[in-house]
């Protein structure tokens, strides 16, 4: 995954398509005088400094005109020799410049491959190169607003003062392991035992302020499940605002999964209607069945739709047992929503009495807006933005099993007074946390970030 030192690396910067202007950026160790000298009608660049000029081809015909901007390393993105050359947005223009560009030495940079040399020279950590992508990718203001603190380091520095705290209690108690004379005394040292406490207190906090950060990235994944013509496609326009699925009164009309992400007061959705559930003789209709069942494994939450007027217990196990039986243990990942109350006479909203079970009719729009508030409640989602970071899953992931260890360290300690097993668990808490911003992280892994960047950046 490093990169040669000796590449000089090329790529469009832009997104591809006709538009006003077109950046060519190349980057590398080396002197990039020749890249001047063989691109510019002109033989010295002033760094940081605009330059209007031709760009040239091999002939020394003109290609396009436009500005030039030369960074000298470390004072650039990639920390590296940077160039970059400004024209007008034709990809036709643009790929001249390209060619020409791997005419005189260069290689076609990999996705991601200019923010990747930017954390191998330290111009940031791996969680702030990763904020770059996240920026870039948001669908909401609050998303791109998030994914901004984490690139300028707000995470980051949340992730360090934690490693901070942690290295601070390993130096503490693999002292007194290697100093047994001085006799400490680890279940009388309540000083110890108060700042594992904080210290599980700050990455509950941290975890809390990631998750909601993670679902402004990828936003929540809602399944809509139910037998065949109870409203399921009614329900996904609803909440989407729009006809994005046909909705016909003929049983089974949605025969594959549907996805739509949408927009809920800043709140990403990424909601699935799916085929009717129900025993058939249809090959087609049993394939979307099939499909229906992998989608809900993967939900965050599963919305049952049941229809309000062929249904007498809105009890999750009276109306859908199959589900029970298949996963007993996750029925806290599923509420009931009973359609077409417009027929049925039954108040709109949460059903009072029973957990999870609200009452709407899709169609008229009767109870959708208690709905759509109800999923901002149950995802703690409270709609305020403000001091969240971007964050993604193997974050959550690092957060989570950090939490794990210092919580097992400290009844390691109550429970047998295990100094050398709390100090392996801070040390694998630190490594996960490590892992976050890149200081503790393998290459493989790199790869995998990286290579989900858009090339050029």
């Not at 947005?89 to 410049?97: A, E, K, P």
């Not at 309540?190 to 599980?200: D, G, I, S, T």
């Not at 999964?257 to 085929?275: K, Q």
Request: aromatic share 6%.
């Amino acid at each position: 995954m490093l990169n040669n030192d000796t590449d000089v690396i090329v790529a469009i910067a832009t997104a591809p398509g006709r538009g006003g202007v077109g950046v060519v950026r190349l980057s590398g160790r080396v002197d990039l005088k020749p890249f001047i000298v063989g691109l510019l009608d002109r033989p010295a660049l002033d760094p940081r400094c605009a330059t209007l000029c031709y760009f040239l081809d091999g002939m020394g015909e003109v290609m396009d005109e436009g500005i030039a901007l030369y960074f000298s390393n470390p004072h650039s993105f990639t920390g590296e020799n940077v160039l970059e050359l400004q024209g007008h947005g034709g990809m036709v223009v643009l790929d001249r410049l390209v060619a020409r560009c791997v005419e005189l030495g260069a290689r076609l940079a990999r996705p991601g491959e200019f923010s990747e040399r930017a954390f191998l020279n330290n111009k940031m950590d791996l969680a702030q190169a990763e904020a770059i992508a996240d920026l870039i990718d948001a669908s909401s203001i609050q998303g791109a607003r998030s994914a901004v603190r984490s690139m300028q380091g707000e995470f980051s520095d949340l992730i360090c003062a934690l490693v901070e705290k942690l290295t601070e209690l390993r130096i503490y108690v693999e002292a007194a392991i290697d100093f047994p004379e001085e006799e400490i005394d680890f279940l009388a040292d309540e000083r110890l035992l108060k700042n594992l406490q904080v210290l599980a207190l700050d990455l509950r906090d941290v975890l809390s302020r990631a998750q909601q950060g993670s679902l402004l990235r990828d936003g929540m994944t809602v399944v809509l499940v139910g037998k065949p013509n109870v409203g399921k496609s009614s329900l996904l326009n609803a909440l989407a605002g729009n006809e994005a699925a046909i909705v016909n009164p003929i049983a089974g009309t949605t025969r594959d999964v549907l996805r739509e992400r949408i927009l809920i007061n800043g709140m990403p959705l990424n909601v699935v209607d799916t085929a009717g559930l129900r025993e058939t003789d249809d090959e087609v209709e049993q394939e979307g069945v099939r499909r229906a069942w992998l989608e809900i494994e993967k939900a965050d939450l599963v919305m049952l739709v049941a229809d309000a007027t062929d249904t007498d217990d809105p009890d999750l196990r009276a109306i859908w047992p199959e589900y029970f039986e298949r996963y007993p243990q996750v029925a806290q990942s599923v509420m009931v929503v009973l359609n077409k109350i417009d027929r049925s006479g039954h108040s709109p909203g949460l059903i009072e009495g029973r957990e999870r079970t609200f009452a709407i009719s899709a169609k008229e729009k009767m109870g959708v807006a208690e709905l759509t508030e109800y999923l901002h409640k149950s995802v703690g989602f409270d709609g305020d933005c403000e001091g969240l970071f971007s964050a993604r899953r193997r974050h959550l992931d690092a957060l989570q099993k950090a939490l794990e260890l210092v919580i097992e360290g400290k009844g390691q300690l109550e429970m047998a007074g295990a100094g050398e097993l709390l100090a392996e668990d801070l040390r694998q808490a630190q490594q996960q946390l490590a892992g976050i911003t890149g200081q503790f992280t393998s290459d493989d892994l790199l790869g995998r970030i990286f290579s989900s960047f858009c090339i050029g950046k």
